[in-house]
Nanobody, 119 residues
């Protein structure tokens, strides 16, 4: 039984920093990639960043140079370090993973964590 548990969301001022964490637990044999999506008010869910098991990273243009994604392969945990945050970063952030548990590959989602950027 695979679960993704997120933490680290909250209220932050424009220009500030925040670090999100997502820990994957269960009988995990291999991780293809883990990443972060977000959904702002009145918007569709969009990709923020993802990282492969080998460490390759991809970022949305809107967060390049401000956010950094990383992964601890031992703990099966992905992080999103958010810096110089802007009001438009306000959204529910969802952790995503494509991984192999037991004999099957499956896509998993976390419950979401709220990030609010406001002065």
């Amino acid at each position: 039984q695979v679960q993704l548990v997120e933490s680290g969301g909250g209220l932050v001022q424009p220009g500030g920093s925040l670090r999100l964490s997502c820990a994957a637990s269960g009988s995990i044999f291999s991780i293809n990639h883990m990443g972060w999506y977000r959904q702002g008010p009145g918007k569709e869910r969009e990709l923020v960043a993802f990282i492969t098991g080998a460490g390759s990273t991809t970022y949305a243009d809107s967060v390049k140079g401000r956010f950094t994604i990383s992964m601890d392969n031992v703990k099966n945990t992905v992080y999103l370090q958010m810096t110089i945050v802007k009001p438009e970063d306000t959204a529910v952030y969802y952790c995503n993973a494509y991984l192999k548990a037991r004999d099957v590959w499956s896509n998993y989602w976390g419950q979401g964590t709220q990030v609010t950027v406001s002065s």
